[in-house]
């Protein structure tokens, strides 16, 4: 059975740093090398974007982040969960959004060994990666 750590994150982009370096400890102590690590980083930085941000006006208000770890992979939900996009954006971290977000999901399937959106409850989304050890 896989150990399951879950994050629920307020959708403000600041917090994205905090999820990122959560999931880059978790990776390092479950035995990934650095460069797995980084890549892992990465990747779930541009998922929580995705997510988050990319091809919207506001941001959402609520969005989990799930890591499943397996003796052979780690597993990543990057989920929107939220009841709607209430948090205007100040500011645009992305400089070209929404159009980052295809640039965005390139990036992670190079990254990761696997990727898969889905569509979950209504029009929200879900980005679900797996690193290989």
Known sequence: MADCIKFTVTGKPEYIKVVRMGIAALASNAGFDVEAVDDIKLAVDEAC????????NSWTNMYEVT?????????????????????????????????????AM????????????????????????????
């Not at 974007?49 to 919207?56: M, R, S, V």
């Not at 990727?115 to 980005?127: A, G, L, R």
């Open 67 to 103: 890591c499943e770890l397996h003796e052979d992979k780690m597993v990543i939900f990057v989920t929107d969960v939220g009841n709607g996009r209430d948090l205007k954006k100040e500011y645009r971290p992305c400089k070209n959004c929404p159009q980052d977000g295809d640039l």
């Open 49 to 56: 974007k995705a997510i988050t941000c990319h091809g919207f």
């Open 106 to 133: 390139v990036l992670i399937k190079t990254l990761m060994d696997q990727v898969e959106i889905k569509t979950v409850y209504d029009e929200q989304k879900s980005i679900v990666m797996v690193k290989n050890k």
